[in-house]
Structures are given as C-alpha cells and as structure tokens.
C-alpha cells in the first residue's frame, strides 16, 4: 500500500500529467450539470438541508461580489461663475465621479455581515463535548437530552429560569458572569465594564444563542464610564470587545475593545 503523501512527492519530482490542468477544468464544468441531477432527485429533509447550505453558499458569493464592486455615481460639480453661458453649452454639465460608499456605511455593512478587524482572526475550535456534558435523568438514567454548560456564560439581567424538569441547556450560576476586563488599545488601559450582551460566538451560533463565552467570542460592552463621545457629541454607550484568554479556566473575561 502506499504511504504518506506520495502524489505529492511524485508531483514534486516528475511534474504534473500533461493534460491534469484540461481534466481539472473539464471536471469542474461537468460537476455543475451532475449537481443539478442530483438535486431533481433529492427530496424530504434532504432537499432542506441542501437548499439550505446552498442558499448560505449564495448570500457569502453575493457579499463578496459586492465588496469586490465599486459602485460609482455621477456627481454634478458646480464651476466657479464666470459670467453668462452661451447658448449651446447650457445643457452640458461638468461631472466628477464620485465613490457613494462612505466610511459609514462600510462600518454598518461590515457589523451586519459580522466581520471587524478583531486581535485573534483565528481560534482552535471548540467541540459540543468539551461545551456541554449530557446529564441523564428518569428513573433509571435512561434519558440522555439534557445538557450541562460547562463554559462561561452571560444571561440578561431579567433572566428567568425555565422549571427545572423541562430546562434542556442547564447554566450553571457559578459560570455565570456579568462584567469583563476590557483593555482600550489606543488608551492602554484596562477598564472593569459591565456586559450587555454576547454578539457572536465563533465556533457556533447555538453558542452565541446560549450566551457562551470561549475564546475568540465577540461580546458587547458598556463603556459609557469612559466617557467617550461621537463627532455629533452623543455619548458612546456601547461598544464590541474581543475575548483574549480562556474564561473557564482563569476565572475572568479579559478582552480587547475593537475600534
């Protein structure tokens, strides 16, 4: 049998087949057209869960067609007067192009697509079985759907507790915190604020449901003891941060304010 990457080694020593770049573009053509086939087959849930995945693949596809296009717009630009204009340049116009996307709304695009420009781009990933550990219950430990966070986690101030016997994702209030160690990057300070919500969790969205903090998560804070103010003079009164450490096992959040 062979071992180890050995395409790869022969591709290093002896180079690629003469026609592998035709067969890989002629394979790529083909697999659109085999897809359809099997999708005119596909039905019941596997129909959903393809439709599904598929119409996630299209909304990332649009997204980044529409970074990578610069929408431009004719702006009409007033010359200085200089006295009266002859007849047969009254309709003519002097335009400028003029890019319509400002700062602004690249900042609003970005926050609605959930992508800023946080200090760890990258985290390890986290598995269902390090978050949750199964705990059974009936009478004879049969059942096996109830699940024990075993993270850091964040609930609102009006949080209430579902009764106890039909409760599926149980938070303990040991791991439940309410305030982060949040460090200014421009100010290189730290500030002890309090926390309004979990924004996005990286490894899954159930997460960020849960209010799970891991590594990596991107959690809302409020900084209006800092006293920082919009060009308008409005306070700022919350902000994202980014989680830098491993909450579960130093017992505090310490994370970093995305500006």
């Not at 609930?155 to 409760?167: C, D, H, I, N, S």
């Amino acid at each position: 049998m062979p071992q180890n990457e050995y395409i790869e080694l022969s591709r290093k020593r002896h180079g690629y087949r003469y026609d592998h770049f035709e067969k890989k573009r002629k394979k790529e053509g083909r697999e659109i057209h085999d897809r359809a086939i099997q999708v005119k087959k596909l039905h019941g849930l596997k129909a959903k869960l393809f439709n599904r995945k598929r119409y996630a693949e299209k909304i990332v596809m649009k997204k980044k067609i529409n970074m990578h296009k610069e929408k431009k717009v004719n702006v009409r630009k007033e010359a200085p007067d200089k006295g009266p204009v002859p007849a047969y340049l009254l309709d003519r116009e002097n335009q400028s192009r003029a890019k319509v996307l400002s700062n602004m709304v690249k900042q609003k695009r970005k926050e609605k697509a959930g992508k800023w420009t946080v200090p760890l781009p990258k985290v390890k990933a986290v598995g269902e079985d390090e978050v949750f550990r199964v705990i059974r219950t009936g009478k004879k430990r049969k059942k096996a759907w109830k699940r024990m966070v075993t993270k850091v986690t964040y609930v609102g101030e009006g949080f209430t507790r579902k009764p106890p016997k039909y409760e599926r994702f149980i938070r303990p209030m040991a791991l439940r915190f309410k305030k982060a160690h949040v460090t200014h990057p421009e100010l290189k300070a730290t500030f002890f604020l309090p926390i309004i919500g979990v924004k996005k969790n990286p490894q899954s969205p159930l997460y960020s449901q849960l209010g799970v903090i891991t590594k990596g998560t991107v959690i809302e804070v409020n900084i209006s003891e800092l006293g920082l103010v919009t060009q308008s003079g409005k306070v700022i009164w919350g902000k994202y941060a980014q989680v830098t450490n491993n909450p579960e096992n130093d017992g505090c959040i310490n994370a970093v304010l995305l500006v």
